[in-house]
């Protein structure tokens, strides 16, 4: 019998071992929970359904099925003027009311057939040849400075105009009249008879410094008023051949065709010069921009309103920087001061005996480093002021006063 016992005794062994193991790595299969703890932890980083953004948590219900983590989902908020985005809608709010949009027409008379133009066709025609009238319009901007109505904008925008008419923000249109231009700023003052006017405010244009924001309000190619924004790029600009008087602020915000003689204003909203210009390759804006400071316009607006005119200072006299050759060849030690290129006949340089050729190196006691900004000091002292002026001649220093005449107004084209 034992000989048939013993080939069963191992088969048996072995089923019970593999019967232990299976229970040991399986207490499931018994119907109890294992009491040893789960290893499959979440990630300390990962967050709850309860502390996820956005997501809501979900509500108990008679089901046990245990709820997964929630993505992390951020949330779209919209944007807000007093929340934590930054918005320059205020600023807007403040100055673009107060930025108009200038329409200005004037009519012209020219031959009716191109021939007119020959003088052999011409001869049988004589004076009397049929002419015929053309309307041509041009729109820049302009900005409300007073609540009487005053207005500031270039001249260019409304050179040899017969008729202005601006257009409000608020949908209000008028005629406006001109009282005055200063084609050696490119700036003109206009008036306008309406109630209830929005006023900017004014900066201290000194104050302004590269880096500041800078929001350009205007009405490019005549969509609309548009704001762009960018920084101011450089201060007192110069040498652009722009105008007689130069001291650009230079800005990187979107100006186009439309935009001469509107806003340039602040992160707060008041006005840090006039639009005037751009340097451009393309006719467009390339981020290189130029206004008129609003200190130098306040100067000229009260002045056009008191006197009709812009008053200057003016010695008579044309200069020329003076280079390091010019200094050479005038026995200076260095390049410093301006060379007399003309006198007008008459004029007050001519009168105190200054003559072509003179090297002027100081006025008033303070040096010449630069022609522009010694004829813009000079412009600003009031006719009639006696003005002590330095300058050498064959290699001698002598001193003179000269009595600062008026600036005579340029020939109108």
Do not use: C
Not at 76 to 87: E, F, I, M, Y
Not at 186 to 199: F, H, Q, S, T, Y
Not at 202 to 226: H, K, M, R
Request: avoid cysteine.
């Amino acid at each position: 019998m034992r000989r048939f016992v013993m080939p069963l005794i191992w088969p048996v062994i072995s089923g019970v071992l593999l019967a232990v193991i299976l229970l040991y790595q399986f207490p499931g299969l018994l119907g109890t929970e294992s009491s040893q703890p789960s290893t499959n932890t979440a990630p300390p980083s990962e967050p709850t359904a309860s502390e996820a953004p956005g997501v809501a948590t979900p509500q108990a219900s008679g089901n046990t099925a245990v709820s997964r983590p929630a993505p992390d989902l951020q949330e779209a908020k919209p944007l807000s003027r007093n929340g934590g985005t930054v918005s320059y809608a205020s600023a807007v709010d403040k100055a673009a009311p107060a930025v108009v949009n200038v329409y200005s027409s004037r009519v012209v008379e020219r031959e009716q057939h191109p021939l007119m133009s020959d003088p052999f066709f011409r001869q049988f025609f004589g004076e009397d040849m049929p002419r015929r009238q053309r309307l041509l319009s041009s729109l820049g901007s302009g900005v409300i400075v007073s609540a009487e109505g005053y207005i500031l904008t270039n001249q260019h925008v409304i050179r040899g105009a017969d008729q202005i008419q601006v257009a409000l923000r608020d949908g209000r249109e008028t005629l406006a009249r001109l009282i005055g231009t200063d084609p050696e700023s490119d700036l003109a003052v206009l008036k306008i008879d309406l109630e209830g006017l929005p006023v900017i405010r004014l900066s201290d244009s000194e104050q302004v410094a590269v880096g500041d924001v800078s929001l350009a309000i205007g009405n490019p190619f005549g969509v609309g008023q548009t704001v762009t924004m960018g920084i101011i790029s450089a201060t007192g600009r110069n040498h652009l051949g722009l105008s007689a008087y130069e001291d650009f602020i230079q800005t990187d915000a979107a100006i186009n065709p439309g935009n001469s003689g509107g806003a340039l204003v602040n992160a707060q909203g008041a006005l840090v010069g006039i639009n005037t210009a751009i340097f451009s390759r393309s006719g467009g804006s390339q981020g290189i921009g130029f206004a008129i400071p609003a200190n130098l316009a306040r100067d000229i607006l009260s002045q056009i309103i008191t006197h009709g005119r812009v008053i200057r200072g003016w010695l008579g006299i044309e200069v020329q920087e003076i280079t390091a050759n010019l200094a050479t060849s005038f026995g200076l030690n260095a390049a410093q001061g301006v060379v007399i290129a003309n006198v007008v006949p008459g004029g007050p340089g001519a009168e105190a005996g200054l003559q072509p050729g003179d090297v002027m190196t100081a006025i008033d006691g303070k040096p010449i480093i630069d022609p522009r900004v010694a004829m813009a000091d000079i412009a600003e002292i009031a006719p009639g002021t006696r003005l002590p002026v330095t300058y050498i001649r064959g290699g001698e220093r002598h001193s003179v006063e000269v009595e600062v005449g008026e600036r005579p107004r340029p020939q109108q084209a």
